[in-house]
């Protein structure tokens, strides 16, 4: 089942040239992965009736073709398959002439929230959403390792403050994204956007934890590993081209 909704770009979407950010773009798409589970019962609203959510493991988003300001946008989500404990959701971006412009694609695990465990769908969750195996975004469908540099041209530390911080008590998964163009060198950011954003999460950062985010130049891509203080946790690494 294919869930759509309409959204018009506003001012705090844009980025240079007033085309349509990276950050609003994983915004739109994790509200409308949102609501789409609200309309099946799965939703923020529910959880304590479910006793169940999804936690955001894996991103990948590529922009086709830049958008901007004002335009009328139609999104596009699907589940494309459910597997025990995993949920893969796909993504599309049309604009207001029904152009493809965004396709992403990102990875779920389904958690018990009482338990604080790992949950697995019944049948009736995979029927309610009602899989498009055959409709995938990439011909990869499969999210491959980003490998951690050995060297690291710059590191940025931050310490997490509390706007950072989402209704379940970590930080937001968007804010990953803001955390590495801050780590990105100065003439690196200047000359994003970016039309490739690969990020995998490892390990939810709480208020009041301090990061350092190490940034890599590697086969024409800036890899940004975000870990703990002392080193030895990594909470993301983020790949963007």
Not at 86 to 110: H, M, P, T
Not at 221 to 232: L, P
Request: contains cysteine; proline residues 1%; hydrophobic residues 35%.
């Amino acid at each position: 089942m294919i869930y759509k909704e309409n959204v018009k770009i506003g001012l705090k979407d844009i980025e240079k040239q007033n085309y349509l950010g990276n950050k609003a773009i994983l915004e739109y798409l994790e509200n409308i992965a949102g609501h789409h589970a609200d309309s099946l019962g799965y939703g923020l609203n529910t959880m304590n009736e479910t006793g169940l959510t999804w936690v955001l493991l894996e991103w990948h988003v590529n922009i086709i073709k830049r958008i901007q300001y004002g335009q009328n946008l139609t999104l596009c989500t699907w589940s494309r398959s459910i597997e025990r404990y995993y949920g893969n959701r796909d993504f599309e971006i049309y604009d207001e002439n029904n152009e493809l412009c965004v396709i992403a694609s990102s990875k779920w695990l389904l958690i018990d929230i009482k338990k604080g465990s790992i949950a697995k769908a019944d049948n009736e969750m995979i029927k309610k959403y009602d899989s498009e195996c055959d409709k995938a975004v990439f011909e990869n469908e499969k999210f491959d390792k980003i490998d951690i540099p050995k060297e690291f041209k710059s590191n940025f530390v931050y310490k997490i403050k509390r706007k950072d911080i989402d209704v379940i008590g970590h930080m937001h998964n968007i804010y990953y994204l803001d955390l590495a163009y801050e780590a990105l060198p100065e003439e690196i950011y200047e000359k994003r956007l970016f039309d490739n954003i690969r990020i995998t999460y490892k390990k939810e950062i709480k208020y009041g934890e301090v990061v350092n985010c190490k940034y890599a130049f590697i086969n024409n891509k800036h890899i940004i590993v975000i870990e703990n203080e002392e080193g030895n946790i990594i909470h993301a690494v983020i790949e963007l081209y």
